[in-house]
């Protein structure tokens, strides 16, 4: 195989997981040199240089402004987007506003770094990871995100690969990444509902697979419901606990919170499989005295459900949406896969079940399934797999306008792609010599709907009457769902310059430089 | 077969082409050669030439003589190429020199519709060659084969088909030619025809898939269904569809819209002899009288932009209606003359009647422009009735 092994990432909002094919064609789950098979997408910048992982979480006690956990949910958004508004008002870190409306992370003052740059060291980790199993380098990779993602958003998780050193063979949709490593693949036809509750989102997709061929067809979601909120859900009521029990108010010392929320992490985590458990932190406060204060509780099953239940009626909305937008009912579902750690909880599995009228199957390893499904793609694209083939479309229409006029679709949200559509205009006046435009995606007319992803320029057009120059502008979204343009005049046929005035994301040439300084930083 | 085999011939330099008519037809028209199917004296037969610029030359002909050959599916035959006049000759010869620059737009009946219409299904999927030499050439020939066709038979389904159907030959066809299938070759070149192929296959089910809902035969097929507003006419239709065999000559010089020139790019555009098509070429296929009546109706309300796009909609059904193209154009000019954009609109008019000399609205709205510089839509909705 040319130029490296390749690896299968599940780049997730709170924890990544790494996984390769073996040579007995059997996946492996890569692990952390703790021997965990998860990577917290945590990176701590200390003075010292940054450490990512299941250490930088001290981080979160000792820095919190300069330890960036979720920065996935960053990743090519724009800074006045109102998730980001709201993000920005409940996470520890400062976010600001980059050069060209992107959100970017501000560490200390005069110190901003995009979050590309953040799961690139995350992806560097996990590449390093792969290096140590195969013995060899690593420099591809096929990365799974979110099937709703966006075009700024999937060139955001490429150029974070780049900078990792990783050339990104496919970006795989999280939804068929379940799917295929689920097995779908081996299996009858069937019609699938994916649910995946992980660390910070709930994404939900319906997809068919017939025949070997993968279709995504609706995709919903509620970015900020996961196992995070449940354990928060769970400290908030265990710190009422300690104000009742205890008669002291720890709600304002980080750490305290810091540890109740690592016990009550832990206590979910067993009430998963027992009805009850004993939670117990040792040293929870210690007093001016210098006496530690010990706090220990019994934990039943219906208590951290009765406080998680107005996160869990949270489940059923995007159930129900991703339903109405392939015009299915529940019937037509055939089987329903649970994806996630978060999906190990059985008031999970007892709410979706109850949202979509079915048991949902049981998997062995919900937090690895995608990485699984990823691997596979690996092993698909270098032909080791045959007869599977994922059809992927359009997750939103990309539309584009000319002079500050209205936007005008161009490919319909849905089109298979890969897919090519054309518009064409003219000169407005006589010698015009460029033409400008915007690309947005969205469908809607009118702009400020829609995602502006770049202002482009045809330039040197030949010297002609106004109106006889008709630029023919094609637009076409390749295999992994890239956007490319191409121009030509329409009277003569001729390849027409493409000049580029805007653009969301990182520029190439800085990506370009990064990739540098990461490779050569230790 | 009554409409005759369509043989296509090759030529990769401007010197074949030379030898083609300076030594391998004999006294001006006959050519003799090996073809692999039976035959019979009379047959007809359509030579497509095509030259290194991917320009094809389709050349009618008779069957003067056919001997099978013993032991074999092979026949020789002696073919009279009836449509190889001076005017082809000299075309072929200007085009040699590199000076061509055709200025009639040649009236070109569409290509003929694949002889086998293929329903692909998963069982037929088709072994690709391991040699990737001969991989890049069959996509090389498949793309240059489908660009060529209208949208349903890129799918190599009827017309009519229903939903079923048509997602059942898409799925089989891009069993075949996904590029992810060829991703294990690591040669760009073969990726991205299988990309461009499969483009032409999405494309061809996008728009069925659109056509199949505006017609009201299908709710919903796969996800979401939403109308691109008013694309423009496939692309390779405009290069290849326009002119009118009805009156060629009339044609000739006279309209300098933007059909006036081919378009080389990107489509292969068939250049076919105007006195050609002996045998009734599926232009003349008219249909899709509903959606016209519906057009016309939003036209004559002064909506140009539905109009546009229901007309769209009806054009991948009845891609060789000229009646129903000249009218999408004639809307979109009115949409461009909405917007106050007269010669935008006027190369619409000039397209609209290049593509059907008898579209008398067209005719009739821009010989309004060029009296008065303008025109008054409200008043001259009339005509659409």
């Given at each position: 195989m040319k130029g490296g092994r390749a690896v299968g990432i599940d780049l997730g909002t709170s924890n990544s997981v790494a996984a390769v094919i073996d040579k007995d064609g059997r996946p492996r789950i890569l692990t952390t040199a703790e021997g965990a098979t998860m990577l917290p997408s945590v990176v701590w910048f200390t003075n010292d240089g940054p450490i990512i992982g299941e250490r930088a979480r001290d981080g979160l006690d000792f820095s919190p402004d300069t330890t960036i956990f979720g920065a996935k949910r960053l990743l090519g958004r724009r800074f006045d987007h109102p998730e980001i508004k709201k993000l920005a008002r409940i996470l520890p870190y400062d976010l600001t506003e980059a050069p060209n409306g992107d959100t970017w992370i501000q560490l200390t003052p005069g110190r901003t770094i995009s979050p590309e740059e953040v799961c690139a060291l995350v992806l560097r980790e996990l590449r390093t990871m792969a290096e140590a199993h195969f013995g060899e380098p690593v420099t591809r990779a096929v990365i799974t995100i979110p099937a709703w993602y966006d075009a700024a958003q999937r060139q955001a998780t490429k150029d974070a690969a780049q900078i990792a050193g990783l050339a990104v063979l496919r970006l795989l949709s999280e939804p068929t990444a379940a799917a295929l490593g689920h097995g779908a693949h081996r299996g009858a036809n069937r019609k699938y509902l994916v649910c995946d509750l992980g660390g910070g989102t709930f994404d939900c997709a319906l997809v068919d697979v017939e025949g070997g061929i993968f279709e995504v067809l609706a995709t919903t979601g509620d970015?900020?419901?996961?196992?995070d909120d449940v354990d928060r859900a769970a400290v908030e009521n265990l710190v009422r606990d300690v104000r009742t029990t205890k008669g002291m108010d720890i709600s304002t010392d980080a750490v305290?919170?810091?540890?109740?929320?690592?016990?009550?992490?832990?206590?979910?985590?067993?009430?998963s499989s027992s009805t009850s458990t004993t939670l117990h932190v040792p040293e929870l406060v210690q007093l001016p005295s210098g006496r530690n204060v010990e706090y220990?509780?019994?934990?039943?099953?219906?208590?951290?459900?009765?406080?998680?239940?107005?996160?869990?009626r949270r489940l059923?909305?995007?159930?129900?949406?991703?339903?109405?937008?392939?015009k299915r009912k529940r019937e037509d579902v055939e089987d329903v896969l649970l994806v996630g750690g978060m999906t190990r909880m059985p008031a999970v599995r007892r709410e979706i079940a109850k949202a979509t009228g079915r048991e949902p199957s049981a998997l062995d390893n919900p937090e690895e399934v995608v990485a699984v499904g990823a691997a596979l793609e690996v092993a698909r694209l270098e032909g080791t797999i045959e007869g599977v083939l994922l059809i992927d479309v359009a997750a939103r229409g990309l539309s584009i306008s000319t002079s500050g006029g209205d936007c005008e679709l161009v490919i319909a949200q849905s089109s298979v792609i890969p897919t090519r559509e054309h518009r064409v205009f003219g000169t407005r006046a006589d010698n015009q010599a460029r033409v400008e435009f915007d690309l947005w995606e969205g469908e809607s007319p009118e702009a400020d709907n829609n995602r502006h992803l770049g202002r482009y320029a045809v330039v040197d057009l030949p010297e002609a009457p106004a109106g006889d120059v008709l630029v023919l502008l094609e637009l076409t979204i390749d295999t992994d769902g890239t956007v490319r343009l191409g121009a030509t005049e329409l009277v003569s046929g001729e390849r027409l310059q493409l000049e580029q005035i805007f653009h969301a994301g990182l520029a190439r040439a800085d990506v370009a430089r990064l990739a540098r300084q990461l490779a050569e930083s230790p | 077969m009554a409409a005759g085999r369509t043989l296509h011939v090759r030529c990769a330099t401007w010197e074949q082409v030379d030898a083609f008519h300076t030594r391998k037809l004999r006294r001006g028209k006959l050519l003799s050669m090996k073809v692999p199917f039976q035959t019979q004296n009379g047959a007809q037969v359509t030579l497509g030439l095509e030259l290194p610029n991917g320009v094809v030359v389709a050349i009618d002909g008779n069957v003067l003589k056919a001997s099978p050959i013993e032991g074999d599916s092979k026949t020789w035959i002696e073919v009279e190429l009836v449509g190889f006049t001076e005017e082809v000759l000299a075309r072929l010869r200007s085009m040699a020199k590199g000076a061509e620059q055709i200025v009639k737009p040649a009236p070109a009946p569409p290509p003929p519709p694949p002889s086998k219409p293929r329903v692909a299904t998963s069982s037929n999927v088709v072994e690709q060659p391991s040699d990737e030499r001969a991989l890049f050439q069959q996509l090389t020939g498949e793309l240059r084969r489908l660009r060529q066709l209208a949208v349903h038979e890129v799918l190599g389904v009827s017309r009519d088909a229903d939903a079923e159907t048509v997602r059942v030959a898409w799925m089989g066809l891009v069993r075949r030619h996904h590029p992810d299938l060829v991703a294990r070759h690591n040669a760009p070149a073969i990726t991205h025809l299988a990309e461009e192929l499969t483009i032409l296959l999405n494309r061809a089910y996008d728009r069925l898939r659109v056509a199949l809902v505006a017609e009201g035969r299908a709710t919903t097929i796969g996800s979401t269904l939403q109308h691109p507003s008013g694309w423009l006419v496939g692309f390779e239709d405009l290069s290849s569809v326009d002119g009118s065999p009805v009156k060629p000559r009339s044609a000739s010089g006279s309209r300098p819209g933007i059909q006036g020139t081919p378009v080389p790019a990107p489509a292969a555009p068939a250049v076919t002899n105007a006195n050609a098509a002996p045998t009734t070429p599926p232009s003349n296929v008219q249909g899709g009288e509903a959606f016209e009546a519906r057009a016309?109706?939003?036209?004559?309300?002064?909506?140009?932009?539905?109009?546009?796009?229901?007309?769209?909609?009806?054009l991948c059904v009845y891609p060789r209606s000229r009646p129903l193209r000249s009218l999408y154009y004639v809307a979109s000019a009115l949409a461009a003359i909405y917007k106050g954009e007269m010669m935008l609109a006027t190369s619409q008019l000039e397209t609209a009647l290049a593509h059907y000399n008898e579209c008398n609205e067209a005719a009739t709205i821009l010989e309004e422009i060029r009296k008065h510089g303008h025109v008054r839509v409200d008043e001259i909705k009339g005509i659409f009735r």
């Open positions: 970015p900020f419901l996961g196992g305290a919170i810091e540890r109740l929320r690592i016990a009550a992490q832990r206590a979910k985590h067993e009430l220990s509780r019994a934990l039943r099953r219906d208590e951290i459900e009765l406080w998680s239940s107005p996160l869990l059923d909305p995007p159930i129900r949406g991703a339903l109405e937008q392939a | 016309r109706a939003m036209l004559l309300e002064g909506d140009a932009n539905t109009a546009q796009e229901v007309l769209a909609a009806a």
